[in-house]
């Protein structure tokens, strides 16, 4: 996305001086050492993006997404409906796989003062502030700890994987034995693809559903859908939790909304952390007026408009479960959903007469 970004700014400047003629996007003027030096990174990098495709296929099992667009990590499990998932990865990986990873990794390596000069960049470090470059959450993370990761011997740590962005497609299954009051249950969790191409498949699956737990990524005012460039993302949470309050297949099911992203881990771009840079909520979602631009008040804001849906939406009048998250966060994000559970299973057996 950097080698990107700089080779259209460099190339849409030079044009520009050319025809000498205003454009709508404000022009960063890059001067022409600039231009030499990272062009020349971008020319020494381009053995890095060349693998980024392969890799992300192999790893990915051959699977795109919708669109048909090439070098996203991804997990299927449409097939784990009839079989659980085996873990993280599942049975994704191969020997040709294994090849191409160690191909990346060696690359990494010895690629690695490009990527740290490209990275560090005066130029970069602009675009980024003026949010004309906007990374995955996680980028910042994995390039300021490069050192770390391009070593021959390096292992992934629990913060690496939770830092991973992997979309879901379909539906993967999880299970979980929890001790309750001396008893075993087995818990399963199925986590689903929540892209706008892929909800109709899944939602006739859960009828017998106990809980759902709605992830809405609050932070996400300013960005906008992959799949609709039109449609803010804090709105598009919003219509998919109004559809699932309304669902009729899923009137049984108890509602756990997990307001997540909303602190700093990891240098991450998250909510409190985009309010400080001073990105102005009101820019992106007009209904949020004059009010503060500060983390209280816009937290509050979008979790009281996903209470008052549930409150006019839901069709079983069900309790909702509201929290503020991170899921980088593990011991709180841990406590929370065994706390939930517990009162979720709790209410199940005495409902059931087990109790």
């Known amino acids: 996305m950097i080698l990107d970004e700089i080779e259209y700014e460099v190339s849409r400047t030079e044009n520009d001086e050319e025809a000498e003629v205003e454009v709508e996007v404000e022009s960063i003027e890059i001067a022409d050492a600039d231009k030499t030096e990272l062009m020349d990174l971008r020319k020494r990098l381009l053995q890095v993006v060349a693998l980024h495709d392969s890799l992300a296929s192999e790893l990915s099992g051959g699977v795109s997404i919708t669109g048909g667009r090439t070098g996203v990590f991804v997990r299927s499990g449409w097939q784990t409906l009839l079989t659980p998932s085996r873990g ?52 910042p993370f994995f390039l300021d700890n490069l050192e770390r990761i391009v070593q021959p011997d390096y292992v992934p740590g629990i913060e690496d994987v939770l830092s991973v962005r992997l979309q879901t497609l379909g539906v993967i299954e999880h299970s979980f034995p929890i001790n309750l009051g001396g008893t075993m249950y087995d818990w399963r969790l199925y986590d689903v693809g929540g892209a706008r191409g892929q909800r109709h498949a899944w939602v ?48 049984k099911a108890h509602l756990v909304l997990m307001l997540n992203k909303v602190i700093v ?17 009101a820019k992106y979602i007009t209904s949020y007026g004059k009010r503060p631009n500060k983390y209280e008040d816009v937290s509050n804001y979008f979790r009281a408009h996903f209470i008052q849906i549930h409150k006019r939406k839901d069709i079983s009048n069900r309790a909702l479960y509201v929290h503020f998250t991170s899921m980088l966060d593990i011991k709180a994000t841990q406590s929370i959903i065994v706390n939930v559970g517990e009162a979720i299973i709790r209410q199940h057996i005495a409902q059931t007469g087990l109790a």
């Open 204 to 251: 006739p699956y859960f009828d017998d559903a106990t809980a759902i737990i709605f992830l809405a990524p609050i932070s996400a005012f300013d960005q906008y859908l992959e799949e609709d460039p039109r449609t803010n993302r804090i709105d598009d949470s919003l219509q998919l939790f109004t559809a699932i309050c309304s669902n009729q297949l899923l009137k």
């Open 88 to 139: 993280w990865m599942g049975n994704v990986a191969s020997t040709k796989s294994t090849a191409v990873a160690g191909m990346a990794a060696k690359t990494l390596n010895s690629s690695q003062d490009e990527i740290r000069q490209l990275w560090s960049h005066p130029v970069v470090k602009k675009f980024l502030d003026l949010r004309r470059i906007r990374l995955e959450e996680s980028a």
């Open 265 to 281: 881990i990891c240098n991450n771009y998250l909510l409190k952390q985009k309010l400080k840079a001073g990105i102005k909520v």
